[in-house]
T-cell receptor
Framework: SQQGEEDPQALSIQEGENATMNCSYK?????LQWYRQNSGRGLVHLIL?????REKHSGRLRVTLDTSKKSSSLLITASRAADTASYFC?????????FGAGTTVTVRA | EPEVTQTPSHQVTQMGQEVILRCVPI?????FYWYRQILGQKVEFLVS????????KSEIFDDQFSVERPDGSNFTLKIRSTKLEDSAMYFC???????????FGPGTRLTVL
């Protein structure tokens, strides 16, 4: 399976701090995507990083990809209460995404 | 910004009944997907669909499931005879090319009693 697995399972931080979560996967990938899910809601796409990319930024988000270690990280800088959510990595093949179990991030005011 | 929409937001049904979950993908998308998420578990792939054919399906997507794009805008998932274990959030997604970002709808929560 190409499934990503996130680490840690849960993270609690103070508003303004940075949050880092990691994703490991098992097989070669074409791309890796990060999604956010607020409780009981839909999946919001954050960033897609392709296998030939090493780092990507979007606003307060920074994603890295190390294909030699089969791992990726998502960094949220200067966290806000609105960042409280579950974050999932998903590895992409031709016609599907394989999701990990997610990291639940709680940002305390 | 265009969005994927899904109806209904919540469906309650009796075991053994048929349900149809509806999705309206973004208009320029060509590839469509269904995923489900049982409460507290991972998001699981069900099926992908392109050019009126299934491209790939998972083991979950057995004979009780079917998908259809009955017109130019709707994409449906039918469960013929629902089971208790079908209770989950069902997400529709789409993109313009495979391997690209998939855009998800808000989901339909299916409760089978």
């Amino acid at each position: 399976s190409q499934q990503g697995e996130e680490d840690p399972q849960a993270l609690s931080i103070q508003e303004g701090e940075n949050a880092t979560m990691n994703c490991s996967y098992k097989t070669s990938i074409n791309n890796l995507q990060w999604y956010r899910q607020n409780s009981g809601r839909g999946l919001v796409h954050l960033i897609l990083i392709r296998s030939n990319e090493r780092e990507k930024h979007s606003g307060r988000l920074r994603v890295t990809l190390d294909t030699s270690k089969k791992s990726s990280s998502l960094l949220i800088t200067a966290s806000r209460a609105a960042d409280t959510a579950s974050y999932f990595c998903a590895t992409g093949s031709d016609y599907k995404l394989s999701f990990g179990a997610g990291t639940t991030v709680t940002v305390r005011a | 910004e265009p969005e994927v929409t899904q109806t209904p937001s919540h469906q309650v049904t009796q075991m053994g009944q048929e349900v149809i979950l509806r999705c309206v993908p973004i208009s320029n998308h060509l590839y469509f997907y269904w995923y489900r998420q049982i409460l507290g578990q991972k998001v699981e792939f069900l099926v992908s669909f392109y050019n009126n054919e299934i491209s790939e399906k998972s083991e979950i997507f057995d004979d009780q499931f079917s998908v259809e794009r009955p017109d130019g805008s709707n994409f449906t998932l039918k469960i013929r005879s629902t089971k208790l274990e079908d209770s989950a959030m069902y997400f529709c997604a789409g993109n313009t090319i495979p391997r690209d970002t998939q855009y998800f709808g808000p989901g339909t929560r299916l409760t089978v009693l």
